[in-house]
């Protein structure tokens, strides 16, 4: 008797092991059968026994561990019904099955997703459901204090809420967003079938139709609560901010009147539920007083027939463990006693009958108390709904009564009002007959009263009765309490009795075996001791075994965690590494890119200044000219920029993220220095021979010390900019003294004096169009064949550049007029000339110069038409038209804005300018080659002496012309040194009278 003591804790332990596993499997195969794979609707006892599992484990995991194991992905008949039970989970199951069930909301998403692309049967109503049940998800994640079945009370209400209005704002647009996924499953599921009664009534058109019933019950709650939320936002929001909340409300309220309307008329929902109605016309939020008539839509269930007869597919296990004592195999208790009567035996049988019919009634109570139980609930469920009704109710009633109140008090004052009218109308004769109507008035206004206070006693009345009833239910439900605690009490009776039964039957057992051990011989004795020993040896045989197997699992996990640790070690190792080696990798590239990118810069930095370099030395850059006003002003930004370039080097020695801003400072610095090198050739070739020169080798050594600046930013080095800066300044002192002056005209006058020079020259160009009108009509009176055909074409080529040289000067004029009017430093024309005297002075000059080479051109080619003058001389002056007029536009362009329209139709008519100019050049070169062939020599009949003779001649030629070009270069030089001595001593004399 001593060892089985412990043997009864592992009994019961192994009870309870054995009562889990069977819990588990009734409830996954209560699962399994609610979601199947028939088109059948889901039978009520199944998903009522899933919700009560869930309150059995506390949660969601039952079910999840469960549907894992179902084809939801391979039958759209099982997605269809687990999605039907998974939202009635939600409602009526444990609170925690929508916290177990969040991480789940991407697998559903997905199953969505997958049944989408399903375009008829089940396709789309799967992945509307879907998408209703991650909303529902996600809108009592965000609210979490919100229960599944959406039932709260107003000050629940506000306290969700926050009593605020931006939390009212918020929550009724999830709340919308909530009701339209309701509605897009409604009618995705009517427009999927025929909406006959009879397709209603079939099991196919119910396996649809079954999952409305949860959105009735959830479409009714949230109507409710937004009809209630909006009001109160009325109340404190202006209309014009609730526009989009009031069209969605309209909108859900349309579809959901047709929804309810389409549900009544099913024959298979008036078994299931009582669809709520909705009123005929939607709630004006914009009158306050409308909330008084708003009815809250109470969705009722009918209550089923055989609810209290079915009972849950749970095995209850037994609340004691019995367990009968070891009896003596029936052989061998004959062979001992041998087969007598055994009537001190009876007694046994009997006291088993006893036990068998006990733990029937314990059976049989058991199954009363559970059917109590739920009983209870619905008493309980049905109270509170009862008591939120009363309470709706009362609210309505105090609402009434405030406003018959208020009504009461109105009418008051109007019978004091006309009683002071009667007072004062008594006075008079004429004023009785109002008098009778006022009494009339009155009197209606007392019966109106009476009425009032009727209905108002009525009402109170009906309050009082409410009240009574509200406190009938509590009472009832109180004493349906007291009614559970006794039953309790009972029950841990029935526990205590069966305790008290289970220690009567140990003892009698003792009494039985003392009494058999008393008869026995020592050889019964014996076989009984062998027994127990070898009961004993069997028992610790198996949980040795139990042990040992138990043991070597533990060891086993033990040797795969070892080897997981030690993988994952290596693994970390790896990673390490691996982030290491690729962490310097990276480095090493951004170093080697940064470097390369560096390096590209600077190459082609010097290549930009070499190249320039290059063009000092090139023959076919001799011919071209800049004016020293124009390399000013490019000088002037790349000194500004040497301290920039200078600043960004110091930065990018300690921090190579500035690699950007070194790189556009090299490339600026580059071409402005390559620019300042060219221009500044360009203007040498102009200038002075001495000049010319100094300012070439100052552009030279500018550029040599452009090219060890880039070396020093090349090695890593700190740069000096100092002596760069001093070589520019110098180029830049050279070109303003190279500027052009003016002696003959005072500061006073210059500012008339540009007016006159520019009407001048445009006088100067219509006299020159006009003289060559005339020579043009003169020439065809008096020549023809080539002779007629040259003139014409030198003519033309010359009115063509004329027409565009005064197209020039007009666009020049309106430049000017808009620089003048822009408001640059002056409030009228002859101040802003007078102030940019030096400006002035460059534009008269080349208005001047535009003037003079159109004179010089009419007369080379009066010379050319009447065979006096050369073809060279109407090249020479076309191309000094066209340098006097670049000049003028660059002089416009110095003060004028860079995005001017002036500007652009200056340089439009410039390039005209360029293009009549080539034009003239062409010509004249094509008359000469048609003069050349027209007196070419015929050398057919020439004999060897006359042609040596005729060559000899051409040398001599061309000896005499190399020494009168050499001369005439030589000449030229020295009258443009003149002219820039007398233009400078001019300037002296000019500054000498302004001091």
């Known amino acids: 008797m001593a060892a089985s003591v412990p043997l009864r804790g592992v009994t019961q332990k192994k009870g309870y092991q054995a009562e889990q596993e069977s819990f588990e499997k009734t409830q996954t195969a209560s699962i399994q059968k609610a979601i199947n794979s028939q088109e059948v609707p889901v039978k009520e006892k199944h998903a009522r026994n899933t919700i009560l599992g869930s309150f059995h484990v506390q949660g969601g995991s039952m079910f999840w561990s469960a549907v894992s194991r179902l084809p939801l992905q391979g039958n759209p008949i099982v997605a269809w019904k687990f999605c039907h039970i998974f939202h009635k989970l939600m409602r009526d199951g444990h609170v925690n099955v929508i916290i177990d069930s969040q991480k789940y909301t991407t697998k559903i998403s997905e199953l969505g997703k997958l049944w989408g692309h399903l375009k008829d049967g089940y396709g789309k109503l799967i992945r509307n459901y879907c998408r209703l049940l991650v909303q529902k998800m996600a809108f009592h994640r965000k609210f979490i204090t919100v229960p599944g079945n959406l039932v709260l009370t107003d000050d629940q209400l506000d306290e969700l809420a926050g009593r605020d209005v931006n939390g009212y704002f918020e929550i009724s647009a999830n709340m919308f967003d909530y009701m339209d996924e309701i509605l897009e499953l409604a009618t995705s599921v009517f427009n999927s079938m025929d909406m006959s009664r009879s397709n209603s009534m079939m099991s196919s058109g119910q396996c649809k139709l079954a999952p409305l019933v949860q959105c009735i019950m959830d479409s009714a709650a949230l109507y409710d609560y937004l009809v209630k939320y909006l009001f109160k936002l009325h109340s404190a929001v202006p209309q014009d901010t609730l526009n989009g909340h009031r069209d969605?409300?309209?909108?859900?309220?349309?579809?959901?009147?047709?929804?309810?309307?389409?549900?009544?008329?099913?024959?298979?929902?008036?078994?299931?539920?009582?669809?709520?109605?909705?009123?005929?016309?939607?709630?004006?939020?914009?009158?306050?007083?409308?909330?008084?008539?708003?009815?809250?839509?109470?969705?009722?269930?009918?209550?089923?027939?055989?609810?209290?007869?079915?009972?849950?597919?749970?095995?209850?296990?037994?609340?004691?463990?019995?367990?009968?004592?070891?009896?003596?195999?029936?052989?061998?208790?004959?062979?001992?006693?041998?087969?007598?009567?055994?009537?001190?035996?009876?007694?046994?049988?009997?006291?088993?009958?006893?036990?068998?019919?006990?733990?029937?009634?314990?059976?049989?109570?058991?199954?009363?108390?559970?059917?109590?139980?739920?009983?209870?609930?619905?008493?309980?469920?049905?109270?509170?709904?009862?008591?939120?009704?009363?309470?709706?109710?009362?609210?309505d009633l105090e609402d009434e009564l405030e406003q018959l109140r208020q009504q009461l008090n109105q009418k008051n004052k109007e019978k004091e009002s006309l009683e002071t009218q009667v007072m004062a109308l008594q006075a008079n004769e004429e004023a009785r007959?109002?008098?009778?109507?006022?009494?009339?008035?009155?009197?209606?206004?007392?019966?109106?009263?009476?009425?009032?206070?009727?209905?108002?006693?009525?009402?109170?009345?009906?309050?009082?009765?409410?009240?009574?009833?509200?406190?009938?239910?509590?009472?009832?439900?109180?004493?349906?309490?007291?009614?559970?605690?006794?039953k309790d009490e009972k029950k841990k009776e029935i526990e205590l009795t069966l305790v008290e039964m289970q220690r009567e039957k140990l003892v009698l057992s003792e009494t039985m075996q003392r009494s058999t051990d008393d008869s026995k011989t020592e050889l019964s004795s014996m076989l009984d001791e062998k027994l127990k020993l070898e009961n004993n040896k069997k028992e610790m045989e198996e949980r040795l075994k139990v042990l040992g197997d138990d043991k070597s699992t533990i060891e086993v996990t033990v040797e795969q965690l070892k080897a997981e640790i030690v993988a994952l070690q290596q693994q970390l190792k790896d990673f390490l590494s691996e982030k290491n080696a690729s962490e310097d990798q990276l480095r090493k590239e951004a170093t080697d890119l940064t470097s390369q990118m560096l390096t590209s810069t600077l190459e082609e930095g010097e290549t930009i200044i070499k190249n320039s370099l290059e063009q000092l030395d090139n023959p076919t850059h001799a011919t071209s000219t800049c004016t020293a006003e124009y390399l000013v002003e490019l000088v002037e930004p790349v000194l500004n920029g040497l301290d920039e370039l200078q600043s960004n080097a110091s930065v990018f020695l300690d921090d190579k993220k500035v690699l950007t801003k070194l790189t556009k400072s090299i490339m600026q610095f580059s071409n402005g220095i390559g620019s300042c090198i060219v221009h500044g050739k360009a203007t040498s070739n102009s200038a002075p021979i001495e000049q010319g020169e100094e300012l070439s080798n100052a552009c030279r050594i500018s550029g040599d010390q452009g090219l060890e600046l880039l070396g020093s930013i090349r090695k890593g080095s700190t740069i000096d900019v100092s002596a760069l800066k001093a070589t520019l300044q110098q180029i830049m002192i050279m070109a303003e003294g190279l500027v052009p002056k003016m002696e003959d005209v005072k500061v006073e006058e210059i500012g008339d004096l540009i007016d006159q020079e520019m009407h001048a020259t445009s006088k100067a160009i219509d006299d020159a169009s006009k003289k060559i009108q005339q020579?043009?009509?003169?020439?065809?009176?008096?020549?023809?064949?080539?002779?007629?055909?040259?003139?014409?074409?030198?003519?033309?080529?010359?009115?063509?550049?004329?027409?565009?040289?005064?197209?020039?000067?007009?666009?020049?004029?309106?430049?000017?007029?808009?620089?003048?009017?822009?408001?640059?430093?002056?409030?009228?024309?002859?101040?802003?000339?007078?102030?940019?005297?030096?400006?002035?002075?460059?534009?008269?000059?080349?208005?001047?110069?535009?003037?003079?080479?159109?004179?010089?051109?009419?007369?080379?080619?009066?010379?050319?038409?009447?065979?006096?003058?050369?073809?060279?001389?109407?090249?020479?002056?076309?191309?000094?038209?066209?340098?006097?007029?670049?000049?003028?536009?660059?002089?416009?362009?110095?003060?004028?804005?860079?995005?001017?329209?002036?500007?652009?139709?200056?340089?439009?008519?410039?390039?005209?300018?360029?293009?009549?100019?080539?034009n003239v050049v062409a010509s004249a070169k094509t008359s000469a080659?048609?003069?050349?062939?027209?007196?070419?020599?015929?050398?057919?009949?020439?004999?060897?002496?006359?042609?040596?003779?005729?060559?000899?001649?051409?040398?001599?030629?061309?000896?005499?012309?190399?020494?009168?070009?050499?001369?005439?270069?030589?000449?030229?030089s020295e009258l443009r040194k003149k002219h820039y001595q007398l233009a400078g001593e001019s300037e002296e004399v000019k500054e000498d009278e302004e001091n």
């Open 248 to 395: 969605r409300f309209l909108k859900a309220y349309k579809l959901l009147k047709q929804f309810y309307r389409n549900s009544k008329n099913l024959q298979y929902f008036k078994t299931l539920i009582q669809v709520p109605d909705l009123p005929d016309d939607p709630p004006n939020f914009l009158i306050a007083t409308e909330i008084n008539s708003h009815v809250k839509p109470v969705v009722t269930i009918p209550p089923e027939d055989d609810e209290l007869d079915r009972t849950p597919e749970v095995e209850i296990s037994n609340l004691v463990e019995t367990e009968e004592a070891p009896a003596v195999p029936e052989k061998k208790f004959s062979d001992v006693f041998g087969s007598g009567d055994m009537g001190g035996f009876k007694f046994q049988n009997q006291h088993q009958q006893e036990l068998q019919e006990k733990d029937r009634l314990i059976e049989q109570l058991m199954r009363e108390i559970e059917r109590l139980k739920q009983e209870i609930l619905h008493i309980k469920s049905k109270a509170e709904d009862a008591i939120i009704k009363l309470k709706d109710k009362i609210t």
């Open 929 to 972: 080659s048609l003069i050349e062939e027209q007196d070419t020599l015929n050398f057919s009949k020439l004999t060897l002496h006359q042609a040596k003779r005729l060559e000899m001649d051409s040398r001599v030629r061309v000896i005499e012309l190399e020494s009168d070009l050499e001369k005439e270069r030589v000449k030229l």
């Open 433 to 486: 007959l109002k008098l009778e109507e006022t009494e009339k008035h009155a009197k209606s206004a007392d019966d109106k009263f009476k009425k009032m206070k009727d209905v108002y006693q009525k009402l109170r009345e009906e309050h009082v009765a409410l009240l009574r009833k509200h406190g009938e239910l509590s009472k009832q439900f109180v004493t349906e309490r007291k009614v559970l605690e006794e």
């Open 775 to 918: 020579m043009l009509e003169s020439s065809r009176k008096q020549h023809s064949g080539v002779k007629l055909e040259v003139n014409e074409r030198i003519l033309d080529s010359c009115t063509e550049l004329m027409m565009a040289i005064r197209i020039l000067i007009e666009k020049s004029k309106e430049l000017q007029r808009e620089i003048i009017a822009s408001g640059r430093g002056a409030s009228t024309a002859k101040e802003f000339y007078k102030k940019h005297h030096r400006w002035t002075e460059g534009l008269i000059s080349a208005a001047k110069a535009v003037g003079w080479g159109a004179n010089v051109l009419v007369e080379s080619a009066d010379k050319v038409i009447r065979g006096e003058g050369k073809f060279e001389e109407l090249v020479v002056c076309s191309q000094e038209i066209a340098a006097s007029t670049t000049q003028l536009v660059v002089a416009s362009k110095v003060k004028s804005d860079k995005k001017s329209e002036a500007l652009k139709e200056l340089s439009s008519a410039s390039k005209k300018v360029t293009a009549a100019t080539g």
